[in-house]
């Protein structure tokens, strides 16, 4: 089982919908959630923390349930700009108490049309 | 731009030969990352660095590759007797405490290697 699962998609969406992600993660310990945004060809940016209180960036809502391990992302109002690969990252314990890495899931490709 | 440097940004070499890049993070981020992506994945965690101490590697980085930050600043990352496998781009990220944790890491533009 993968550390971090994410549908790979493609989702394809018109202009103005909304599209959600989903993303579980395996070790109950992880202690932080991110998701990032690749433009083909580029690296990755963050695009939000994910708190356990859930939190909304303008047309972006991320949520977290870490009874479930499980994170979403939610795009409103979708544009052809919101078109990226969006990642699932996970900080967790790498044995000790070393958390410095972070752990990507494949990522979910979202083209937004016109 | 105050952002993560790498160099080069495309490198092709034949099997067998070896490669090194360079990262220059962010100024004042004593955390130094290094990850590898192939296409249609996500990145892998290699190994990182606070400041000039190697904290941590990945059992993906094998005896052919090493990585050092010798003044805490710019890191290189080496590939000896390269071999086809390792065609990939090479991601550097940096961070620093936050009012949180290190955990948000800045990305470079990459290192996209090619091994013929």
């Known amino acids: 089982r993968k550390e971090v699962e994410q549908d790979p998609g493609p989702f394809n969406v018109p202009e103005g919908a909304t599209v959600a992600f989903n993303c579980t993660y395996s070790n109950s310990a992880s202690q932080s959630f991110f998701w990032y945004r690749q433009d083909c060809r580029k690296e990755p940016k963050l695009l939000m923390s994910?708190?356990?209180s859930g939190n909304e960036d303008g047309r972006f809502t991320a949520q977290l349930n870490r009874a479930s391990q499980y994170i979403s992302l939610l795009i409103r109002d979708s544009k052809l700009s919101d078109s990226a690969t969006y990642l699932c990252?996970?900080?967790?314990?790498?044995?000790?108490?070393?958390?410095?890495?972070?752990?990507f899931g494949q990522g979910t490709i979202l083209t937004v049309h016109p | 731009d105050t952002g993560v440097s790498q160099d080069p940004r495309h490198k092709i070499t034949k099997r067998g030969q070896n490669v090194t890049f360079r990262c220059d993070p962010i100024s004042e981020h004593n955390r130094l990352y290094w990850y590898r992506q192939t296409l249609g994945q996500g990145p892998e965690f290699l190994t990182y660095?606070?400041?000039?101490?190697?904290?941590?590697k990945s059992r993906l980085l094998s005896d052919r590759f090493s990585a050092e930050r010798p003044k805490g600043s710019f890191s290189t990352l080496e590939i000896q007797r390269t071999e086809q496998g390792d065609s990939a781009m090479y991601l550097c990220a940096s961070s620093s405490w936050t009012a949180r944790s290190y955990n948000e890491q800045f990305f470079g533009p990459g290192t996209r290697l090619t091994v013929l």
């Open positions: 990252v996970v900080n967790m314990p790498a044995g000790g108490t070393s958390y410095g890495k972070l752990t």
């Open positions: 660095f606070q400041n000039e101490a190697q904290l941590e």
């Open positions: 994910v708190y356990s």
